[in-house]
């Protein structure tokens, strides 16, 4: 069965991490760019962060430099997002995507993408 699935979220208070994991089934990862979004209850869904297939170039949204990285294991099929120093504003659930690029990767929500995960969500409170 061809899926994505995201694992990794809770509950952490203001200032902590977590790490969320995108993982694949049925199909190589590694061929794939991987895009980071999420979405808050009541708002459109944003893009967060990407990296491209080959060459792991990341590539993130201006309100998560410095405190989310974005990794992949190829040969464990999956992709990571680090986040630090998390903020109440970042609760939602978050999403990973695969697109099929030869060249570099997106996380411009409109962007087709090939699979989307279901979700993890993620929840930030005192």
């Known amino acids: 069965q061809v899926q994505l699935v995201e694992s990794g979220g809770g509950l952490v208070q203001p200032g902590g991490s977590l790490r969320l994991s995108c993982a694949a089934s049925g199909f190589a990862l590694g061929r794939y760019a991987i895009g980071w979004f999420r979405q808050a209850p009541g708002k459109e869904r944003e893009g967060v962060s990407c990296?491209?297939?080959?060459?792991?170039?990341?590539y993130y949204a201006e309100f998560v430099k410095g405190r989310f990285t974005v990794s992949r294991d190829n040969a464990k099929n999956t992709v990571y997002l680090q986040m630090n120093s998390l903020k109440p504003e970042d609760t939602a659930l978050y999403y990973c995507?695969?697109?099929?690029?030869?060249?570099?990767?997106?996380?411009?929500?409109?962007?087709?993408?090939?699979?989307w995960g279901q979700g993890t969500q993620v929840t930030v409170s005192s």
């Open positions: 995507a695969a697109h099929k690029l030869t060249v570099g990767c997106t996380f411009d929500p409109q962007w087709k993408a090939d699979y």
């Open positions: 990296i491209t297939s080959h060459d792991g170039i990341t």
